[in-house]
């Protein structure tokens, strides 16, 4: 495992990269170390500064090709992955399930190849079916990032949300973090509960009991079927979107009587902790998982995970595609 | 010609036989079965210089001193793709394999296309079989007309033909009260019907076992209760009926108590098991492989070990190979989007085997429920060794150490998990009808 020898925060990150990364992917936090999170999240932290210059451009990967294959509706991930590719002055292509030849019925292992004889540098997938990225991984010897694969993992949201925490509250062990709603659904759940737990801190899962993914408390979570009992205790409560189309599966009756059990307002918001933090991976449902007043008020953080998306994606770029080149880059 | 099998361990569960003796096959029957049987019978009979068998050095006198024989296996349940699906399977690959595994007797399922519900399908796999397959072959026919559940199929004449049972397998017929009377009828043409036990509402869009290993892959979960709740219901309608009801692979801790509990009350139930429910657990799923895909998914450890306990006990009466196969369209994709289902017939007996040599089961138990229990259940004469009858042998070998080696499976298909697993014991050569099939190099 990569040692972690880099970390704070270098001023100058293209002259100094803090670690090599040993993988070839970044498919799950299920499968990676706390050193290559730490690894990750320092390289990160690196990485933000250079979203707020007035020039949002480093010439760390340029000449490579990132591809973004998005078989799933997405504006927020691949919008922040294309971001954060440009920044690093890589070439991006995007690619939908709607606009490619998915449509015409190929399938996946073929698009791959396809993709893969064009020469790119990495792929990043996201796609409905859980293991995509790992069928894919198998098959490319190019570096391909999980952007969501069904409900098993979002391995970059739950990295920007341990960014995002350790950032406002200075460190992750021994914090209690309660995620609350659709768990079974959830791939950032699942992610984020490898990820908290790894890094020392204490979750704690709440939804309706139908919605409980089967034995999860053997993943090393404490299960909860009400938020009154999380709320007090949580440093960290990240509340997660419903989808209205589970209420057809039987998951709950109606929205409303979902919201009344589990929706976060001002209310229930009055037994939290002074200081906590609020977060959520996005698209809010305002007004049935969060109410506006808590989403907009003083303790979210759920812009602060966009911004520091950016700079998590760039991290894992840089680290997956541009790490090894050290001494291509320091020549140019 | 004539076939004389010398100094074998003859293991024969229907006659309760396990000893050192020979057998003496004519043309496509068994003449003799007896200790130090001369070799002057088989030059009587027919001159072995005569054998057009170029496998048989020895002229028909088969030295099988270090080999068990027993009857040929008897596959209770096996997809053999014809008509419809030539490019997974054929009647004639399908029959190679199962030679290759030491069966001698496949009982294929309806779920072709057309499905097998109708004399013209049933008429047209066994010719196939007659001029294509090296083993024999025995069709299932459908209990529901495309097997679509809603009405019966023209069960009576698919038995004329030459069905031997009928079942809609890959799918429960969820009609409860139609599967009653498919039950009653036929018990009236005394025919036994094997379910597949599966409530799809309750399976809804899943695609493996549900448990941790489902909630860490993000992969939608079958419950176990799933495949019980149709056990109990079958078994009730069994007992309402009074029909012979064959539960098929059976894959949980529920459906083998719930089989236990019913054959205690005298109920006319059997049931099977295939190699993989007591060879894998759900953990197999671990990295996605759609060749760990099928259903009834591959269940947890507890269900694996009851349904080992299940065969110790003969709650669980036949492994069947459920042989499926896919090709590569079918499986090369997505884990949601992967069809169901694995290649069992060249693994079946070495996986049986193992339970044999971890001590689960004798030989004797473990030879009976892959021939004369499975061929008991359809009502057949097969899976013994019996004067008269088709000489149908298997020769195995049970120190043979190998690895499983899917580019050298006999299938058409290749979709097996148990790829690179280092297995003992294994068919060394088949004779059906007095006709060497296989023989192991």
Same mark, same amino acid.
């Given at each position: 495992?990569?040692?972690?020898?880099?970390?704070?925060?270098?001023?100058?990150?293209?002259?100094?990269?803090?670690?090599?990364?040993?993988?070839?992917?970044?498919?799950?936090?299920?499968?990676?170390?706390?050193?290559?999170?730490?690894?990750?999240?320092?390289?990160?932290?690196?990485?933000?500064?250079?979203?707020?210059?007035?020039?949002?451009?480093?010439?760390?990967?340029?000449?490579?090709?990132?591809?973004?294959?998005?078989?799933?509706?997405? *504006?927020?991930?691949? &919008?922040?992955?294309?971001?954060? +590719?440009?920044?690093?002055?890589?070439?991006? !292509?995007?690619? %939908? @399930?709607?606009?490619?030849?998915?449509?015409?019925?190929? *399938?996946?292992?073929? &698009?791959?190849?396809?993709?893969? +004889?064009?020469?790119?540098?990495?792929?990043? !997938?996201?796609? %409905? @079916?859980?293991?995509?990225?790992?069928?894919?991984?198998?098959?490319?010897?190019?570096?391909?990032?999980?952007?969501?694969?069904?409900?098993?993992?979002?391995?970059?949201?739950?990295?920007?949300?341990?960014?995002?925490?350790?950032?406002?509250?200075?460190?992750?062990?021994?914090?209690?973090?309660?995620?609350?709603?659709?768990?079974?659904?959830?791939?950032?759940?699942?992610?984020?509960?490898?990820?908290?737990?790894?890094?020392?801190?204490?979750?704690?899962?709440?939804?309706?009991?139908?919605?409980?993914?089967?034995?999860?408390?053997?993943?090393?979570?404490?299960?909860?079927?009400?938020?009154?009992?999380?709320?007090?205790?949580?440093?960290?409560?990240?509340?997660?979107?419903?989808?209205?189309?589970?209420?057809?599966?039987?998951?709950?009756?109606?929205?409303?009587?979902?919201?009344?059990?589990?929706?976060?307002?001002?209310?229930?918001?009055?037994?939290?902790?002074?200081?906590?933090?609020?977060?959520?991976?996005?698209?809010?449902?305002?007004?049935?998982?969060?109410?506006?007043?808590?989403?907009?008020?003083?303790?979210?953080?759920?812009?602060?995970?966009?911004?520091?998306?950016?700079?998590?994606?760039?991290?894992?770029?840089?680290?997956?595609?541009?790490?090894?080149?050290?001494?291509?880059?320091?020549?140019? | 010609?004539?076939?004389?099998?010398?100094?074998?361990?003859?293991?024969?569960?229907?006659?309760?036989?396990?000893?050192?003796?020979?057998?003496?096959?004519?043309?496509?029957?068994?003449?003799?079965?007896?200790?130090?049987?001369?070799?002057?019978?088989?030059?009587?009979?027919?001159?072995?210089?005569?054998?057009?068998?170029?496998?048989?050095?020895?002229?028909?006198?088969?030295?099988?001193?270090?080999?068990?024989?027993?009857?040929?296996?008897?596959?209770?349940?096996?997809?053999?793709?014809?008509?419809?699906?030539?490019?997974?399977?054929?009647?004639?690959?399908?029959?190679?394999?199962?030679?290759?595994?030491?069966?001698?007797?496949?009982?294929?399922?309806?779920?072709?296309?057309?499905?097998?519900?109708?004399?013209?399908?049933?008429?047209?796999?066994?010719?196939?079989?007659?001029?294509?397959?090296?083993?024999?072959?025995?069709?299932?026919?459908?209990?529901?007309?495309?097997?679509?559940?809603?009405?019966?199929?023209?069960?009576?004449?698919?038995?004329?033909?030459?069905?031997?049972?009928?079942?809609?397998?890959?799918?429960?017929?969820?009609?409860?009260?139609?599967?009653?009377?498919?039950?009653?009828?036929?018990?009236?043409?005394?025919?036994?019907?094997?379910?597949?036990?599966?409530?799809?509402?309750?399976?809804?869009?899943?695609?493996?076992?549900?448990?941790?290993?489902?909630?860490?892959?993000?992969?939608?979960?079958?419950?176990?209760?799933?495949?019980?709740?149709?056990?109990?219901?079958?078994?009730?309608?069994?007992?309402?009926?009074?029909?012979?009801?064959?539960?098929?692979?059976?894959?949980?801790?529920?459906?083998?108590?719930?089989?236990?509990?019913?054959?205690?009350?005298?109920?006319?139930?059997?049931?099977?098991?295939?190699?993989?429910?007591?060879?894998?657990?759900?953990?197999?799923?671990?990295?996605?492989?759609?060749?760990?895909?099928?259903?009834?998914?591959?269940?947890?450890?507890?269900?694996?070990?009851?349904?080992?306990?299940?065969?110790?006990?003969?709650?669980?009466?036949?492994?069947?190979?459920?042989?499926?196969?896919?090709?590569?369209?079918?499986?090369?994709?997505?884990?949601?989007?992967?069809?169901?289902?694995?290649?069992?017939?060249?693994?079946?007996?070495?996986?049986?085997?193992?339970?044999?040599?971890?001590?689960?089961?004798?030989?004797?138990?473990?030879?009976?429920?892959?021939?004369?229990?499975?061929?008991?259940?359809?009502?057949?004469?097969?899976?013994?060794?019996?004067?008269?009858?088709?000489?149908?042998?298997?020769?195995?070998?049970?120190?043979?150490?190998?690895?499983?080696?899917?580019?050298?499976?006999?299938?058409?298909?290749?979709?097996?998990?148990?790829?690179?697993?280092?297995?003992?014991?294994?068919?060394?050569?088949?004779?059906?009808?007095?006709?060497?099939?296989?023989?192991?190099?």
């Amino acid at each position: 495992m990569a040692e972690n020898q880099g970390r704070g925060t270098p001023r100058e990150v293209s002259q100094k990269p803090p670690q090599r990364w040993a993988g070839k992917d970044i498919l799950g936090i299920q499968e990676i170390s706390v050193a290559e999170i730490e690894l990750i999240l320092d390289t990160a932290a690196s990485f933000k500064e250079v979203s707020t210059r007035e020039i949002k451009k480093v010439p760390t990967l340029r000449g490579k090709t990132v591809i973004n294959l998005f078989y799933e509706a997405s *504006t927020r991930t691949r &919008t922040s992955f294309e971001i954060a +590719a440009k920044r690093l002055s890589a070439d991006t !292509i995007n690619i %939908s @399930a709607s606009s490619s030849s998915v449509v015409k019925g190929e *399938t996946l292992i073929d &698009t791959a190849k396809n993709l893969e +004889a064009m020469k790119p540098d990495c792929i990043v !997938i996201r796609h %409905s @079916a859980a293991g995509a990225p790992h069928l894919l991984a198998r098959l490319m010897d190019v570096p391909v990032i999980n952007a969501g694969d069904g409900a098993h993992e979002h391995p970059t949201q739950a990295l920007l949300d341990l960014f995002t925490v350790r950032e406002k509250i200075g460190r992750l062990a021994s914090l209690k973090v309660a995620i609350v709603g659709d768990i079974l659904h959830s791939r950032v759940a699942r992610s984020n509960i490898w990820g908290f737990i790894k890094m020392g801190a204490e979750v704690h899962v709440a939804g309706p009991r139908t919605m409980k993914p089967a034995e999860v408390e053997r993943m090393g979570v404490h299960w909860h079927t009400s938020l009154s009992e999380v709320i007090p205790i949580a440093d960290v409560i990240m509340m997660l979107r419903i989808q209205l189309e589970r209420q057809e599966g039987g998951f709950f009756p109606t929205l409303r009587e979902y919201s009344r059990l589990f929706g976060l307002n001002m209310e229930v918001m009055m037994a939290a902790k002074p200081g906590v933090l609020i977060m959520h991976p996005g698209p809010m449902n305002r007004g049935v998982e969060i109410s506006p007043e808590v989403a907009d008020g003083p303790f979210s953080v759920i812009l602060d995970q966009v911004t520091n998306g950016v700079a998590v994606r760039m991290a894992l770029l840089y680290l997956l595609v541009g790490g090894e080149k050290e001494s291509e880059r320091s020549s140019l | 010609m004539s076939l004389l099998f010398r100094n074998a361990r003859v293991i024969d569960p229907a006659n309760e036989i396990d000893g050192r003796m020979d057998v003496l096959v004519e043309g496509d029957k068994i003449v003799e079965i007896g200790p130090a049987i001369p070799e002057s019978r088989i030059k009587l009979s027919s001159p072995a210089t005569d054998s057009k068998d170029s496998f048989l050095p020895g002229g028909g006198i088969i030295d099988c001193a270090g080999k068990i024989l027993v009857p040929g296996l008897f596959d209770l349940h096996c997809h053999l793709r014809e008509p419809g699906f030539e490019y997974k399977e054929t009647i004639e690959s399908g029959s190679r394999a199962g030679a290759a595994g030491g069966f001698t007797s496949l009982v294929c399922m309806a779920n072709t296309f057309p499905v097998n519900d109708c004399r013209a399908v049933t008429e047209y796999i066994l010719r196939q079989a007659r001029e294509r397959a090296c083993t024999h072959v025995f069709p299932v026919g459908a209990v529901t007309k495309g097997l679509k559940g809603e009405s019966l199929a023209e069960m009576a004449e698919l038995k004329d033909a030459g069905a031997v049972a009928f079942s809609d397998d890959g799918k429960p017929v969820m009609n409860t009260s139609l599967f009653r009377r498919a039950l009653e009828y036929a018990r009236g043409i005394g025919m036994a019907i094997i379910s597949h036990c599966e409530d799809l509402n309750l399976t809804g869009q899943g695609v493996m076992n549900e448990g941790f290993v489902s909630t860490t892959l993000g992969l939608r979960g079958i419950p176990n209760a799933a495949e019980e709740i149709m056990v109990l219901r079958d078994i009730a309608l069994a007992e309402l009926t009074g029909a012979s009801l064959h539960v098929a692979h059976v894959s949980t801790a529920g459906s083998v108590r719930a089989v236990r509990e019913a054959k205690r009350r005298g109920i006319k139930v059997t049931a099977e098991t295939a190699p993989h429910y007591f060879s894998l657990t759900d953990e197999a799923v671990l990295g996605f492989d759609p060749n760990t895909k099928m259903n009834p998914p591959l269940r947890k450890a507890e269900d694996v070990l009851a349904v080992i306990e299940g065969l110790k006990d003969g709650t669980l009466d036949a492994i069947a190979t459920d042989h499926a196969p896919q090709s590569a369209v079918e499986k090369d994709v997505e884990f949601d989007y992967a069809a169901n289902g694995i290649i069992g017939l060249e693994t079946a007996l070495p996986l049986t085997l193992k339970l044999v040599h971890d001590g689960h089961l004798t030989l004797m138990e473990a030879i009976a429920k892959l021939t004369v229990h499975p061929a008991r259940i359809l009502g057949l004469e097969k899976g013994k060794l019996k004067v008269g009858a088709d000489a149908d042998i298997t020769l195995i070998d049970l120190e043979r150490e190998y690895t499983v080696e899917v580019g050298q499976f006999k299938s058409r298909s290749r979709n097996s998990p148990f790829q690179g697993w280092k297995l003992k014991g294994a068919a060394v050569m088949t004779v059906v009808s007095g006709k060497v099939v296989f023989r192991a190099a």
